[in-house]
């Protein structure tokens, strides 16, 4: 699970890293999470499900050598179709499968996430880890697109997708299930350790303590938690998630303000207290340079389309 997890991070390059990857092993997991909600697991992202008598609404999809995996996942539930896609975000490993699923549902998003899967270009922490994004085929455009929600009401489920502004990308989407008592959070909100914060495009550190703030507050206590990558969670897991995002960003503001370097915090250790969190994909150097970059006014502005 971990090598998979590793792979799909990386696939976050683009179509052209995913095709070199080798998907004819890769089971597609289905458990049941509560209600009408369903998470299942592959090799990119959580994908989100709820299913009942009008069909299928799913969100995100992963990438398109598992589109026919996914559909037999979701065939071994119901016959029922899948009638709408939402993603949570733009990045390959949550939205490879749009072109094909698109053909039957029409595939929902926020509007930066139709923008720049459109226009391609470069994402990042813009140190150590970089990619480039090739724009999408047409077909893999969400052809519904929100600026600050939306709801899908199907299956007795007001399934609503609210804008997160500024956190892991500048189109992150949390999708709520109220009845069923479920949140689907996409990479606002992982288990893998350190998170990654798309700077590039339009992400932040800080944005991503305020939304997932925003959203603690609309949960119960009870609720069940789909991360966009992990095990389902709990909403404590989520209160210490952002416990650690606030503290390590309050250490590396300390720091800047002592006129300490990036290399002189990592020579010191700064944040060995929370190595726990370190992974494959973003280790705790990784994480305080994301930080250093975000703090010291390097992320970029608004989004721009590339001509």
Not at 9 to 30: I, R, W
Not at 207 to 224: F, R, Y
Not at 296 to 304: E, H, N
Request: proline letters at 5%; charged letters at 20%.
């Amino acid at each position: 699970m971990r090598r998979l997890l590793v792979l799909a991070c990386l696939s976050l390059a683009g179509p052209a890293l995913a095709q070199d990857q080798n998907f004819d092993k890769v089971e597609m997991k289905v458990t049941p999470v509560r209600g009408s909600v369903y998470v299942l697991q592959g090799a990119g992202g959580n994908i989100g499900a709820s299913i009942g008598e009008d069909g299928i609404v799913l969100v995100d999809d992963e990438f398109a050598p598992l589109v026919e995996k996914i559909k037999a996942a979701l065939a071994g539930i119901t016959k029922k179709p899948v009638r709408f896609v939402i993603n949570t975000h733009y990045h390959g490993d949550h939205t490879g499968g749009n072109a094909l699923l698109q053909q039957d549902s029409p595939v929902i998003a926020q509007d930066n996430v139709r923008r720049r899967l459109a226009s391609g270009g470069t994402g990042g922490n813009l140190s150590s880890l970089h990619f480039d994004n090739p724009p999408a085929a047409a077909a893999a455009l969400p052809i519904l697109t929100f600026e600050h929600d939306v709801t899908v009401h199907l299956n007795g489920e007001d399934v609503r997708a609210l804008h997160v502004p500024s956190g892991h990308t500048d189109g992150d989407a949390v999708i709520f299930f109220p009845k069923s008592n479920v949140v689907h959070m996409g990479d606002d909100f992982v288990t893998y350790g350190f998170p990654f914060v798309d700077l590039a495009a339009g992400g932040s550190v800080k944005g991503l303590i305020a939304g997932v703030e925003t959203v603690i507050a609309q949960l119960p206590a009870d609720v069940k938690v789909i991360p966009g990558h992990g095990a389902v969670a709990t909403l404590d897991d989520v209160r210490r998630y952002v416990a650690m995002l606030k503290d390590t960003r309050a250490a590396v503001e300390k720091a800047l303000a002592k006129g300490q370097t990036l290399e002189q915090m990592k020579a010191s250790g700064l944040l060995d207290a929370w190595k726990s969190h370190s992974g494959d994909f973003v280790t705790t150097g990784t994480w305080l340079e994301t930080l250093v970059n975000e703090l010291t006014g390097r992320a970029p502005g608004p989004f721009v389309p590339h001509n």
